[in-house]
Every structure is written in C-alpha cells, then in structure tokens.
C-alpha cells in the first residue's frame, strides 16, 4: 500500500501541515465564485463548476509533480468548452453537460495516454508566442461574452462582431440595477486588485498577508451583492437576473461515454483542450517550482492532469487544469504539498452537500465581472512588442493566433497559429545562413568576412553553413556555392564548414554528391571540416565520404593549412 503512495505523502512531515490547512482554506474561498463563473462562462449550470473543484483536485494531488499547482476549472478551458459543445447542443441541457463530461473524460484518456508514453516534451510543440496569441485572444473573446451580462443586455450572437453589435444596440434597453451592480463590481474588483493590497498594508498588515486577502475581493463581491439582492428583493422588483438554484448534495459517481458521433465531434477539441491546459499548468507548474529549488516532471504532470479530468468526467464535471492566479495563491498562503488541494476538495465538498442554498441570489453580473477582471490582466502586450522588435516571423504567429480565436473561433485559431509557427520554422530552415569565412590572424578561429577582419587564400573559398542540411535546403546551398565558385576563376578550393550541421538527409546527401562531381569537372577539390561524429558516421560507405577520403578535416584550420601546402609558393 505504501509503495501506491505519491512521495510527497509517504515523506509527509507535521510541520507542513499548518502551511497546507492555511493555503488550502484560503483557495477554497477564492475557488467557490470562480467556479460558479467558469461554468456559465462554459455555458454550464453553476454546479458543475462546483463539481469540477473536488475529485479532480484529489485525483491531480495522487499523481501530480508540482506541490503548489491548484487545479480546477479555468477561464480558458471554459471558453474553449464552450466552443466545442455550443454546435452539438443547447447551453445548459442535459445532452450539453453529457458532452461537457465526455470531453473531459477525452481529455483525460488523452493526456494519461500521452503520460503513459513519455510525451511530456509536447509541451515545447507550441510556442511561447502561439500559446501568448491564443491566450490574448481567448481573454478578449471572454471579455466580450461576458459585458451583456454586466447590463442585463441579452445576445444570442455566437460571434464577436454580432455580440458587439447587439450590445450597441441593446444599451438604451439595459436594466439599471443590473447595471449599477455589475459596473459597481467591475470596479470594486480593479480597484482592489490594483490598490487593496496596498491600502491593507498601510492598515498595518503585513504584505504577505495583505496580498492574500487582496486576492479575495472576489468573495467579498459574492458576499456583498448576494445580501443587497436579498435585501431589496431585486430579482423580483428589478428584473435582475440570479444564479437561482443550485442543487444541495454530492454529484453521482458515473462515467458517460461518448457514441460513436461524439467521438468524432469530440475528439480534436479533446486535444487542443489537453495540450493548452498541459502547457499552461507545466508553465505555472514550473515558475513556482523555480521559486522554492523544486523540480517539475513533464511526464507526470500529464498523469496528473490526465487523471484531474478523468476524474472531473466521473463526477459530473467538465475539462480541468492548473489555474494561474489559484496556483499563486496556493503558493503565497503556504502551500507546501498537494494536500493543500485536498483540503480544498474536502472544504468544496462540504460547501456542495450544505451550503448551495446560499447562492440562489448570486446575481449573473457579479461572476461576469469576476471573469472579466481574471481574464483582462492575461492579454499580453508586452510578449507582443517583444516579438515585434526581436522576431516579425513569431510576432506575425501571435497576431495571427490572437485574430484567429477572436474572429474564427477557439479551433481555428490554436490550429492557424501553429501552422504558421511550422511554416516559419520550415521557412528558416529552408534558408539556412551560410557565411564566407576566414582566418582571424594569429589565431585557429574561423569568422564571417564581412563581420571581421580575417585571412583568407586565394584560391580557397570556405564557407560555414548554419543549419543541418537537409531536403528544404539542399538545393539553396548548392547552388549558392556554385554561384559563388562561378564568380572567381582563381577558385581551386571549396570547403564547406559543418559545427552546426546535425544531420544530413538522402537528399542533401545527393545535392552534396552531386556538388561535388561539379566541381571534380572544373578541377575544384570539394572539402568538409567539423563534421559530427553521427553525422560522419552515417557519411561513411556513401560514394560521397568515399570520394572526400583525406578531404575531411577535424578543424578549419587543419583545411586551412593543407590548401597552403597544396597552393604553389
């Protein structure tokens, strides 16, 4: 039984406990609006959310790496939820929740298969500047779903020019006290995320503490407008609109699996769900591990997360995954092992069998303005003028990822920025850097010509290529070679560098061959130097390392000499 245990708990010690019960208690309360704000933001009952926050949290603590990772459900998952399901059923139905569970026991499936076979370097596959675009672009797609409920305002557009559309139009018609109690939210929730903290510290509380407790101004929004709507009876007297019931008791423990249609329907917003969340939770994962010396493991995480939403499937939920500014949270309030996530699925669990009741007056535009206020501080600015000065190509990916999600949708966006993202990469293999190179005088260092001050030889034309080789580019660097052979007559000599050549595929191979036949023709000897050792070794027993035999040298220099002695005095 012990060997079962995940290490953290087999070496668990009495003086983490009081961190955990702490962290735990304190992401509980900021888990419950959250939650409740996901799911509609998902187009689920509120409940679900609630669901989401207990078994996954339990399931991720067994077989997770991170000790301070709080997972659950998150802004982005939600949308992307929402995405996936808004063709295949009505918001809200029974057939809708069925799929939401379906999908993330998909999701799950997948990321404890990807576990199971060591792939946790998928989480280099998307790149910092696609993941940054389809986040930003994700955040102003929530943020304009989520202004209508702010004003009462109702569109049914599933697009954002329309919902853009209907909420100009809809304004003269917007209900005041929804209005009055939605921006009067918005603004309480950035105020305190900008000033709370600050104000609370002057009151004499300590910063740690002040920042926590800053942190849950959302609750304190819940509290504040549920008491106002009780008080004054306004979903009757003023039309606002409510969470309403919220069923009291534990979810059913039980799998739904998908048909066959849903499989199909399913199965690529399953993936794009499991490869987002794994990046972003390996990603927070990872900068709080920074912090205290610890190590995260890529393959683990997938069995961690892979398990949160089989296990979110198995009690009613939705897709799951480590959320940023939980995981902060969790960190900064002491966390020091996953058992503050089962403290919060325990208190969570509590608050589903006891105490939904006390929701029923949660107005819609408080959790609209909580997922606003989480979701607008994700747009980032600063990776895109980054980008923009250091790399087009991988700001041209952002933009594009960020404009696909915000008017092609989720799917279209994520799949557009990577596939611009390969074709960059293609496009930057395909035209390797190949410099002219000499020798810095008194030295065995070899430089680009135009960049210093070198020594070269008449009759040697050296050149360093700064890319494997490979069928995209072997045509590009024959042919650069006999351009430049084609210039000077006085050529005799043509060695081609390889320190950053890593392979060499059949056909490169055969342009290299062939080079060198060309050149053999015009008496030019052709000549490699720093080749790999795999790289040689796959050289040897072609016709072309036959043909090189004595022609293959480990350093420049070394080539450098043997055209000196070969040169006539």
Known sequence: ???????????????????????????????????????????????????????????????????????????????????????????????????????????????????????????YFLSHPVISGFI?????????????????????????VGTLRDLITGLPQANPATTVIGLGTLVFLVMARKWLALWLQKLGLSASLAGLLGRLAPMAAVIASIAIVSGFNLAQDAGVRIVGNVPRGLP???????????????????????????????????????KRQQKIVPDRELLGLGAANVASALSGGYPVTGGFARSVVNFAAGANTPLAGVVSALLMAVVIAAFTDLFYNLPQAVLSATIIVAVTSLIDVSTLKETWHYDRADAFS???????????????????GVALSLAALVWRSSHPHIAVVGRV???????????????TLPNLLALRVDESLFFANAALVQSKIETLVARDPNIRFVLLLCPAVNQIDSTALEALTQLQSSLQAKDIKFML????????DRLQGTTLGQRLEGLIFLSAHDAFCYVGRQSPA
């Open 136 to 160: 930003s672009g994700s955040a102003i797609l929530i943020t304009v779903s989520q202004i209508k409920h702010l004003f009462g305002i109702s569109s049914a557009s599933p697009d954002v």
């Open 398 to 416: 952002l933009l594009a990822t960020l404009l696909g999600v915000v008017l092609l949708g989720v799917e279209a966006g994520v799949i557009l």
């Open 252 to 290: 059913a423990l039980q799998l739904i699996m998908p048909t066959s249609e849903g499989m199909a329907a399913l199965w690529l917003p399953a993936l794009l769900i499991s490869l987002v969340g794994f990046v972003e939770s390996v990603s927070v994962a990872q900068s709080l591990a920074l």
């Open 529 to 536: 130097a720093e080749v790999k050792g795999p790289v040689m």
């Open 441 to 455: 005088p008194g030295t065995e260092h070899f430089r680009n010509i135009e960049r210093h001050k070198v020594d």
């Open 1 to 123: 039984m012990k060997r079962l245990l995940p290490d953290w708990l087999k070496h668990y010690r009495a003086d983490k406990l009081s961190g955990d019960l702490t962290a735990g208690l304190i992401v509980t309360v900021m888990l419950i609006p959250q939650s409740l704000a996901y799911a509609m933001l998902a187009g689920l009952p509120p409940e679900i959310g609630l669901y989401a926050s207990v078994l996954p949290l339990i399931a991720y603590a067994l077989f997770g790496s991170s000790m301070t990772l709080a997972v659950g459900p998150v802004a982005v998952a939600s949308l992307m939820t929402a995405s996936a399901l808004a063709p295949l059923a009505e918001q809200g139905s029974a057939q809708y929740i069925a799929l939401a569970a379906q999908l993330s026991l998909l999701s799950g499936v997948m990321l404890l298969a990807f576990g199971m076979l060591r792939l946790g370097f998928l989480a």
